[in-house]
């Protein structure tokens, strides 16, 4: 009897560590998701495809400085080689080249807070944009893959 | 009788020998003898569009001018590492002749007269204009000179014999120079001679047969990275069709996409260089890609789509 529960306690134990890995790869998802959808809804005005109005941009800075707080937690050893539904997923860089990755992590957080101080109109939303979009490329340049 | 076959075989053997000498043999160069005068201007902008800092950029520093070479280039035949093109008299090109260099670039044919790896996109840049590659000749001759000789290839046999790649080039390699196409716009002509030539945008934007050679019916509609991890995206109308031209020269200069993502991967180092270049060649670009017809690119190994998952 003991055994039985002994077994049964652990297996659940396993399920219980497996879909909560598989929870964080969908958190991590969700959170690289809404950062697409801030960067997005200020890239339209940048590119004059909408009216510029400062409370959406704040809005999206600030969400994306949400993101950007946590970031490298939103990458754990636990979800190494783990893939969500989607285009993508993370290179196993991220892991084996932690310090570099941490760098990258910081280099976003560091570049929100001086677009959130430097965009105040139009022109200043259009000069602050190159910066923004290279922080997100140049990390996925070598810590995202697309699926084959 | 013996003797008879014994001789029959070894003329076979020396025609066989002959004609692979003879197939293999590299053509004879392109001439560069008329008096020029290079445009340096033209130079660095056909360095842009050619991506030539992409590989021959010293790895992990920002100069793009620092030609130093030596970034691995890993792919299915071996790795290779990308060599020093600076002026230095030693270690780079430095005493190299234009029409030696004319001839490295669109004929894939060192100096001394080896075949290069088609790792150099030399399939794509045998289209260029030949006074394009000698601005961009001349535009090399005013960077830095960067000493240091880059470590050899690594790649195993058979793909190492470089008589062979004679033979691939015959397969794979159609050397005729861009012929604009008068039906189209000037622009649209800017582009479509950008992109087959010093863009190079088929070279990872296509499929390749177990040769290494470009699929040709499935030209730009993606396929495995051939650099390893990952895919390159379908870049015909197939894959593009709701990117507006707009759009697609926005991406070229910034590396942001109209839903938001932003470019990643080896298309990072592209931008680096595109976003150089001027508005009116990434319209051009633009222009040409949104004229691609949709082609299916190859298959993804990838599971099958869940129910309710759009793509």
Known sequence: MIRTVVIVGTLLLGVGVVAAQQDQVAKTQLAMKSNGKNLGAINVMAKGEKPYDQAAVDGALAGLQEVADRFATLFPESIKGLQPDGDYYASPKVWTERANFEAHSAGFAKAVVEAKGKIKNLATLKAEMPALIKVCSNCHETFRVKKG | MPRRIFFVIILAGAAALGVYWWLTAPPIARAVTAAYTPNLANGLTTFNAGGCSSCHAVPGQPDRAKLGGGLAIPSPFGTFYAPNISPDP?????????????????????????NYFPAFPYTSYAHAKTEDVRDLFAYLKTLAPVSGQVRDHDVPFPFNVRRNIGIWKLLFMDGKPFTPDASRSA?????????????????????????????SAQRFAGGPNPEGEGWVPNITQKGLSDWSEKDIAYFLETGQMPDGDTAGGLMVRVIRNISQLSPDDRAGIADYLKSLPPVDGPPRPRKAPKEGDKS
Do not use: K, M
């Open chain 2, 187 to 215: 622009q649209w002509n800017r582009g479509a001679y950008l992109v087959n030539s010093f863009g190079h945008c088929a070279e990872c934007h296509s499929p390749r047969n177990f040769l290494g050679g470009i699929i």
């Open chain 2, 90 to 114: 030693v270690d780079g090109i430095g005493r190299w002749s234009e029409s030696d260099f004319v001839r490295a670039v669109t004929e894939g044919i060192s100096p001394t007269g080896f």
